[in-house]
């Protein structure tokens, strides 16, 4: 098993308990983004740095993901594709994509969507928090548990 990340908009503290947890239990990380990241030298934490366009990094992402891997993405059409192909995706707030609730998810962005491009304005997501960090850290550690090759 290996987490993926899609970097680009992930929060660095995100990150660092990434990095924490791959040094714990021994799980490989990879970063993927479109711009250089720097990484904690670890031979367990990589970076792949692909060129700039639409979708590059997630398609990079879905390529090299095997079955039962983890992904770390707020991108919801992403997090789809991973579980299409048998993987784990996990956003940055702590909320655990699935079978039973993706396709719920990807409707909501597209009605909003939508609603963006006739020009309402639908706001933002709140900004992240102390809360929202303990609950990816938490959602991690369960899944490391469960999941994580020992």
Known sequence: MQIWVDA???PKVIKE???RAAERTQTEVTLVANQYLPTPPSPLINAIQVPPGFDVADNTIVQKLN???LVITADIPLAAEVIEKG???LNPR???????NIRQRLSMRDFMDTLRASGVDTGGPPAFSQADRQQ????LDRFLAKHARK
């Open 17 to 19: 308990i990434l990095f």
């Open 136 to 139: 990816f850290a938490n959602k």
């Open 87 to 89: 993987g784990h995706a």
């Open 67 to 69: 079955a039962g891997d």
């Open 8 to 10: 680009d908009a992930c």
């Open 94 to 100: 702590g909320e655990m994509y699935s079978k039973e």
